[in-house]
């Protein structure tokens, strides 16, 4: 077939994530008038109102998942804290022999802290690394994905290819010190309970602990 015989009722066009639709509307619209041999007999219709309902979705999408990172990281905290007071009870006599020996209870206090921020920040390093394993899970995922259902050659066109094999997971990396010290604040913040817990024991008592 020429281009003479070839009647096209509708071209759908795709822009990549975060490009101006608006704008490559306008492109369109300006190439059209360029090339095309007869006036105004074409559309050019941009789905805002998919669009708005796409961002309504992002945004909801996005408020669940803080949510269950904030609650993620509270029942965390709640974890190393209760991990630090087992080892303050567990250790209360060598926090009396230290007291003993002349440790202060700002001594101690930095002790069961720095101990705290070690645990935090360990626990940070491990999510940070999970996290950058993603996109090699997923690239993989993918590939068994069109493998099994052979969406390469039969369903390229399928629901599931556009959701789910055309997505590309990416990395923000300014996020990643951002989780660290996120990781290492939740630490401190629940570590100082325990922290305090253990200079406020008598010395004495302490010593007497089995």
């Keep these: 077939f020429t281009a003479e015989q070839v009647e096209l009722n509708q071209i759908t066009l795709r822009v990549k994530d975060g490009a101006d639709v608006l704008s490559t509307a306008d492109v369109v619209r300006d190439s059209l008038k360029r090339n095309h041999s007869t006036d105004n007999d074409y559309a050019i219709v941009v789905p805002l109102e998919l669009l708005r309902q796409a961002d309504q979705i992002r945004s909801i999408f996005n408020m669940v998942l803080g949510s269950i990172a904030a609650i993620s990281l509270v029942v965390g905290g709640i974890g190393i804290m209760n991990i630090m007071l087992a080892t303050?009870?567990?250790?209360?006599?060598?926090?009396?022999?230290?007291?003993?020996?002349?440790?202060?209870?700002?001594?101690?206090?930095?002790?069961?802290?720095?101990?705290?921020?070690?645990?935090?920040?360990?626990?940070?390093?491990?999510?940070?690394?999970?996290?950058?394993?993603?996109?090699?899970a997923f690239g993989t995922?993918?590939?068994?994905?069109?493998?099994?259902?052979?969406?390469?050659?039969?369903?390229?066109?399928?629901?599931?290819?556009?959701?789910?094999?055309?997505?590309?997971?990416?990395?923000?990396?300014?996020?990643?010190?951002?989780?660290?010290?996120?990781?290492?604040?939740?630490?401190?913040?629940?570590?100082?309970?325990?922290?305090?817990?253990?200079?406020?024991?008598?010395?004495?008592?302490?010593?007497?602990?089995?």
Excluded: C
């Design 88 to 136: 303050v009870t567990e250790r209360t006599r060598e926090i009396g022999i230290r007291r003993a020996l002349g440790a202060t209870r700002n001594d101690i206090v930095n002790q069961f802290l720095t101990e705290t921020i070690v645990l935090s920040g360990t626990g940070g390093v491990i999510g940070i690394i999970l996290g950058l394993l993603t996109p090699f």
């Design 141 to 210: 995922i993918k590939s068994i994905a069109k493998t099994v259902l052979q969406l390469d050659a039969a369903g390229g066109d399928s629901e599931f290819s556009k959701l789910f094999l055309d997505m590309e997971p990416q990395i923000a990396w300014w996020s990643l010190p951002m989780a660290f010290g996120i990781s290492v604040a939740i630490g401190v913040i629940f570590g100082v309970y325990p922290a305090r817990s253990a200079a406020r024991l008598d010395p004495i008592e302490a010593l007497r602990h089995e």
